[in-house]
């Protein structure tokens, strides 16, 4: 019965990873600014880009461009102990003027639990 209740609870933290990176995927493809950071730790540290300094990149690309579609698939999530790893493949297209660039390949993300949640610290 134990071990019903831990995988349980372990599939169930999957779940709200799926869910929390289905929203940056909605947030990107709506260009909405607030549903993308809500996916986002206030402590988001990557190189020398925190939080703030995210949130202007990511408002800039709103703005620059007519149309951003975004699609992820092929994920691995990975439980460690501070946290977890997301491996995913993506495509990433963006249109301005009519003019597209498509990107596409593996990202790595970190994501920690804040409270109920899970967010992305580390990767974008």
């Known amino acids: ?7 349980a609870c372990q599939i169930s933290e999957e779940e709200r990873i799926h869910h929390i990176l289905k929203q940056r995927e909605e947030a990107l493809q709506k260009k909405d600014l607030s ?6 730790s206030n402590a988001y540290q990557d190189k020398d880009e925190d939080f703030s300094r995210l949130q202007t990149r ?3 690309y709103f ?6 579609e975004y699609r992820s ?3 691995s999530i990975h439980f460690e102990e501070k946290g977890a790893r997301v ?3 993506f495509y990433l297209e963006v ?3 009519g003019k597209k660039n498509r990107y596409s ?6 994501l920690k639990r804040e409270g109920r949640q899970w967010k992305i610290i580390k990767g974008l």
């Open 63 to 68: 703005k620059a461009f007519d149309r951003i």
């Open 73 to 75: 698939w092929d994920r």
């Open 58 to 60: 990511v408002e800039g």
């Open 105 to 110: 390949g593996r990202e790595a993300l970190l």
């Open 35 to 40: 549903l993308y950071l809500s996916c986002i």
């Open 1 to 7: 019965c134990t071990i019903f209740f831990l995988l």
């Open 95 to 97: 249109e301005k003027g």
């Open 87 to 89: 491996i995913q493949q």
